[in-house]
């Protein structure tokens, strides 16, 4: 059974730093383009970031550039998101996702991404 689990949420003030883990079982996803969504309460779910299998091409949402910062590593099958600078507005329930493609192209539309973690909360308070 394929699984992505994250970790790693948690309430942080504004101005503050987290760092995200989604850890995949069942298969690797060493050749697919893995991805952060979030979701915040009232709205629909939108691209965070996204990284290539290599780690040396990464996407990011114009609202988190320059703030996060996504990264792997194939060999434990882990992909990160550390965000800085957290603000209000990056409260959400913050979703690991694969590329059900194995290909080297970022997408960061949602029907792309076949497999999903259950989520993690993020809450920054201002």
């Known amino acids: 059974q394929v699984q992505l689990v994250e970790s790693g949420g948690g309430l942080v003030q504004a101005g503050g730093s987290l760092g995200l883990s989604c850890v995949a079982s069942g298969r690797t996803f060493n050749g697919n383009v893995m991805g952060w969504f979030r979701q915040a309460p009232g709205k629909e779910c939108e691209f965070v970031a996204a990284?290539?299998?290599?780690?040396?091409?990464?996407a990011y949402a114009d609202s988190v550039k320059g703030r996060f910062i996504i990264s792997r590593d194939n060999a434990k099958n882990t992909v990160y998101l550390q965000m800085n600078c957290l603000k209000p507005e990056d409260t959400a329930v913050y979703y690991c996702?694969?590329?059900?493609?194995?290909?080297?192209?970022?997408?960061?539309?949602?029907?792309?991404?076949?497999?999903w973690g259950q989520g993690t909360q993020v809450t920054v308070s201002s």
């Open positions: 996702a694969a590329d059900g493609a194995p290909i080297s192209n970022i997408r960061i539309g949602i029907p792309f991404y076949d497999y």
């Open positions: 990284i290539s299998w290599s780690g040396r091409t990464t």
